[in-house]
């Protein structure tokens, strides 16, 4: 689209969206026709001219925060308030909350890393621009090449370093390839070490909690697992990943030949990082979100009110 179509798009989208004139109005200041004009504001939209964002009303469960916090064991807890909210507009609210704490931990000069995932997306989604100096975004794990290229790993580091101003830094290559000796080959490339040695300055982490439960596991539904690895990890004591890094209901890590194909960050530099922020939400992230806990993964959460209650009473049973 060239420079000239462009400006006009803006024209016709700064009339009607922030001075209030009406498709008609415009139409008569511009000259073209009406269904002309609405046209053109779709297509502003389609092209991100217009960014169109919905401030929902954030209720926190301010004891089941504090409740949280201590039973796990984590520096910060945000629970949204579930009510009646579908799984897709959970996601949408615990994105909103996430975008709000990350913006409290953002400073000049940090390294950002981030994972992947739909609740990632909706955090990225709806995070605030900010000018930031000497901030670096970096990809944590290897892509999965899904159908939908918005909640990858590339695309959301790209997104989340155009927020804020930022360089960036993406891991090309499959988060899982066909052997150890594949994948220890790849990340001796120059240009791959030249990314992953980023890994160890990153001073906070985003990242999604996955679960292997078959209707929710993400992994299985992005196509880049099959039911029988899926099972195969859920045999060896699998709950969860982060990262895709699994671990069991205790947070010790599973060891499997499929694990250990996997490209991304190692453990230990995981859990140094600072600051750990674990976005997951519903009944499905219960065991994850414990274990992830447990494994040292996350240390800030958030979550709604259905994982929380749920994470309170298995640990209350335990007991």
């Known amino acids: 689209m060239d420079a000239e179509r462009i400006e ?37 939209r389609e092209n991100n001219i ?25 520096e910060e807890v945000r629970v ?37 995932g739909t609740a990632l997306y909706e955090t990225v989604n709806a995070a605030r621009s900010q000018a930031l100096e000497g901030v670096r975004v970096v990809q944590m794990i290897g892509s999965l090449g899904t159908p939908n290229p918005d909640i990858d790993g590339p695309e959301l580091a790209r997104r989340l370093a155009r927020l804020l101003g930022a360089q960036y830094a993406t891991v090309p290559l499959p988060l899982i390839v066909d052997s150890e000796t594949t994948k220890r080959s790849l990340l001796s490339a120059p240009h791959i070490q030249r990314v992953t040695q ?12 996955g679960t292997v439960d078959y209707e929710f596991a993400s992994l299985l539904r992005a196509g880049y697992l099959n039911f029988e690895q899926l099972e195969s990890l859920r045999q060896a004591g699998a709950v969860g ?8 209901e205790e947070g010790c890590l599973v060891d499997t030949p499929l694990t ?22 519903g009944q499905s ?29 298995k640990l209350e049973s335990e007991r």
């Open 198 to 209: 980023h890994f160890k300055q990153i001073d906070l982490a985003l990242v999604g909690v």
């Open 80 to 116: 949204v308030q579930r009510g009646a909210l579908s799984h897709n507009e959970m996601l949408r609210r615990l994105g909103a909350m996430a975008a709000l704490l990350l913006a409290e931990h953002l400073q000049d000069y940090m390294t950002i890393g981030t994972s992947w």
């Open 260 to 281: 250990r194909c996997i490209v991304g960050i190692e453990p230990d530099d995981l859990r140094r990082i600072p600051v750990r922020i674990g976005v997951a939400g």
């Open 241 to 248: 990943d982060v990262c895709a890094i699994h671990f069991d």
């Open 8 to 44: 006009l798009l803006a024209h016709v989208a700064e009339m009607y969206y922030e001075h209030g004139l009406t498709q008609s109005q415009i139409a008569k200041r511009i000259g073209y026709s009406r269904s002309m004009v609405s046209r053109m504001i779709t297509e502003a």
């Open 50 to 74: 217009v960014e169109i964002r919905i401030h929902y009303p954030l209720q926190r469960m301010r004891e089941l925060e504090t409740a949280l916090a201590d039973a796990l064991h984590l």
């Open 285 to 313: 992230k219960v065991l994850p979100i414990l274990a992830a806990s447990r494994a040292g993964f996350i240390n800030h959460l958030v979550t709604d009110e259905v994982a929380a209650l749920r994470i309170l009473r």
